[in-house]
């Protein structure tokens, strides 16, 4: 690994000030960045832990919302989520392993937006809000493709606001290899209808399955989507499973998901 800088800003402002430098990046959990970095696939000069910012860190009740820190770790929402929102808790629970757990943010893993990561299915399956140091970004135009996102150069991720829902679940078919999601489905429902979101499964990263969204908003029943069917076109394929798998991965990952959601 080459030579750097590390800084440990503990305010919001002082963090931006310091990623103005274009040589400067964030760092959280370190579960992404520092093995790009031994890898030499990254080569930061400065980096800034946001670690030390009380205000990005913890988990809160906001009527109807639960907030969650940027920094704030899967373990800790695993635990500190479960009695207002089990789902997104039982989610974080299921990432990695306990040390990808003890240090990986839900904001290392958003600003990454791997394809195949457990919280951007979260995020948009409940039409989270994306809140950073400058705006709030709606989930549905934060997700921008494979590790794309709507994040500005210097913009860093403060906190995720997610509506709660009446009933959810994330149902997740384990790549046993890497513990990421081979396919994983957040579904979510509200009075407004149902949303349901799909990661591991197509090149495009995170996406919303339009047709199973209408089904069970009409009737909130996994065999209500029985019928359905997602096509293969843009699905990955690689030596863990076809692009027919994953699509066939969509619809029985969905229908687990509404059934553990009752
Ligand atoms: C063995 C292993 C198994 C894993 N399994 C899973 C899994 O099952 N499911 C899953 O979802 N993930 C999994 N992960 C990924 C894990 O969740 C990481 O925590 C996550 O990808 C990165 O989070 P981090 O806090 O470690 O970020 P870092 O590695 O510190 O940073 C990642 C990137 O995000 C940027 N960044 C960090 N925080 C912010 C912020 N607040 N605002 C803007 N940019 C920011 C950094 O600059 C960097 O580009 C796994 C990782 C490993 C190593």
Redesign the pocket.
């Known amino acids: 690994m080459h030579n750097f800088e590390f800084v440990k800003p503990s305010t919001v402002a002082d963090a931006v000030a310091v990623l103005a430098n274009a040589e400067a ?11 790009s970095m031994k890898a030499r696939l990254n080569a930061p000069e400065i980096l800034v832990s ?1 670690t030390g910012i009380a205000e ?1 860190n913890g988990v809160r009740r906001d009527g109807g919302a639960l907030v969650v820190g ?2 704030t770790t ?1 373990a800790a929402v695993a635990r500190d989520a479960a009695s207002h929102f089990p789902a997104l808790a039982a989610l974080a629970g ?4 306990p040390a ?1 757990r003890t ?3 839900l ?3 958003l ?2 937006n ?1 394809p195949s ?3 951007p299915a979260a995020v948009l399956g409940t039409g989270a809000t994306i809140v950073t140091n400058a705006r709030e970004i709606a989930a549905d135009d934060y997700f921008q493709g494979m590790f794309t996102t709507a ?1 500005d150069e210097g ?4 906190s995720v606001r997610f509506p709660i829902p009446e009933k959810a679940a994330y149902a997740k078919f384990l790549q046993p290899a ?4 081979l396919t994983g489905v957040f579904v979510a429902k509200y009075a407004s209808g149902v949303r349901v979101a799909v990661t591991g499964a197509s090149e495009g990263g995170v996406f919303r399955w339009a047709e199973a969204e209408a089904a069970l908003s009409s009737g909130f029943d996994a065999d209500s989507i029985g019928r359905l069917s997602h096509p293969s076109d843009g699905m990955i394929a690689d030596l863990h499973g076809t692009a027919e798998y994953r699509a066939h991965l969509v619809r029985v990952m969905t229908q687990r998901a509404v059934r553990a959601a009752h």
């Open positions: 990046q964030p760092f959280a959990g370190g579960q992404t960045l520092i093995p946001l990005m940027a920094t899967h299921q990432i990695g392993d990808v240090r990986g943010t904001g290392g893993s600003a990454n791997d990561a457990c919280y994040l913009e860093i991720i403060t890497s513990r990421f999601a």
